[in-house]
Structure formats: C-alpha cells, structure tokens
C-alpha cells in the first residue's frame, strides 16, 4: 500500500538555525500537508498546498516557515531561525482529490531544537 | 475558526466492553469528520470517517454517530481488545477539499485485561 514517506526521521539543531523536513506525498495525490504535534499535545494544523501554492495556512504558519514543491515528488517544510518552542514532530499529509476527503500521514519528522 | 472538543481525556475500560469518544465541533460548516488512532511514537492513522450529510457509519468493531444540530460526533468501539490502546483524535474540516483539519485533544483509551 502507498505511503506518505518523511527524511529525516530526526532532527537535531542548534537555536537559530534553518532546517528543512522532507516529504514524498502518495504519487497521485492532489493535496499537501503539514501538521505539527508538540509531545503529548494534539495535532495542529501548519499549512495546505494545492495546485503549487499555499491553500489555507493557520496563525502557527508565520514568516519563518516556508513550503515548496521543488519537483513532481517532494514536499518541503523549510523553518528558518528556529526556536526552542519549534521542538514537535513534524508530520506530512496528502490527499487524493476533493472529492476523497481522506488524509494519509506519514511517519513524521521529530525536531529537537537545542 | 473551528475549535473541537474532546472527551473523556483518559478513558479505562475492561477488555471486551465498549468505549465511547465525544467530539463537539463549533463551525456549522465543517462537513468532514475523521476519527485517527495514533500508537506511541507511530503516525496517526484513520480509522473512520463520516461526512455531513449521514448520521451514522459502521465498520466491523468500529462506529460514529453525527449530530449536526448538536454539533457533535461519537466514536464506538464495541468488544474491545488490547490492541485498541491507543490515543484517538477526532478531527473537523471546513468547506474544500484543501482545508486543513481541526483535531481534537485526544483520548487516551486503555485496555484492561
């Protein structure tokens, strides 16, 4: 069965710096994804992307975060200057088409901010 | 925006009972309504959705019930077995396929044996 794939599983990084989360949507979805989730928190919603642009991004989602499709596979997340308060698991999403509302998530990026 | 409550936090019930899960939503316009199981340390993973225009959805151990009037949607979990441990997030999504999801606090059901 496909699945939404996320590099790297781990992140660790100084205060400050810029990181980069990966994702490899499901081929022949439509519709991107990120989500965040502080440990022992619920998940909260980051952005959505469709059709190469931002769709919808929630109050979390300011200036220091970015998204980008840099070719038919891959979903970035770039986060720049980060915060002690950015430490969450990273997770991907993607979804069919609008008639199919389900999303999948993938296994999640852990970002440690040091 | 869309806020969505969640109770109980923690929910202990003895292997082979039921477990219920409730959500209350605020946007009238939500129209979507997935319930996640996620495992520690694992991916939330779906486990059945419901849309707003039905009231009800079965499959096999697993149920959800819809109030649009009320606002508020149910899981059940009947018969349940240790491998039902797990946290459960009830989610709403607005008008628009690119909408994102509103997730609920969590629940944290435990299985006792």
């Known amino acids: 069965e496909p699945e939404v794939t996320q590099t790297p599983s781990h992140q660790v990084t100084q205060m400050g710096q810029e990181v980069i989360l990966r994702c490899v949507p499901i081929?022949?979805?439509?519709?991107f994804y990120w989500y965040r989730q502080i440990l022992g928190q619920k998940v909260e919603f980051l952005v959505s992307?469709?059709?190469?642009?931002?769709?919808?991004k929630s109050e979390i989602f300011d200036d220091q975060f970015s998204v980008e499709r840099p070719d038919g596979s891959n979903f970035t997340l770039k986060i720049r200057s980060t915060k002690l308060e950015d430490s969450a698991m990273y997770f991907c999403?993607?979804?069919?088409?609008?008639?199919?509302?389900?999303?999948?998530f993938g296994s999640g990026t852990q970002l440690s901010v040091l | 925006g869309e806020n969505v409550e969640q109770h109980p936090s923690t929910l202990s019930v003895q292997e082979g009972d039921s477990a219920v899960i409730k959500c209350t939503y605020s946007?009238?316009?939500?129209?979507?309504f997935p319930w996640y199981k996620q495992e520690l340390g694992k991916r939330p993973q779906l486990i059945i959705d419901?849309?707003?225009?039905?009231g009800e959805k079965k499959d096999q151990r697993i149920a959800v019930t819809l109030n649009k009037t009320a606002k508020h949607f149910s899981l059940h979990i009947t018969e349940t077995q240790p491998e039902d441990s797990a946290v459960y997030f009830c989610?709403?999504?607005?008008?628009?396929?690119?909408?994102?999801?509103?997730f609920g606090k969590g629940t944290h059901l435990i299985i006792q044996p």
């Open positions: 419901i849309r707003s225009n039905v």
């Open positions: 946007d009238s316009a939500s129209n979507y």
């Open positions: 999403a993607s979804g069919e088409e609008f008639t199919n509302e389900k999303l999948f």
């Open positions: 992307f469709y059709n190469n642009e931002i769709s919808e």
């Open positions: 989610a709403a999504r607005g008008g628009g396929g690119a909408d994102g999801l509103t």
């Open positions: 081929s022949n979805h439509l519709y």
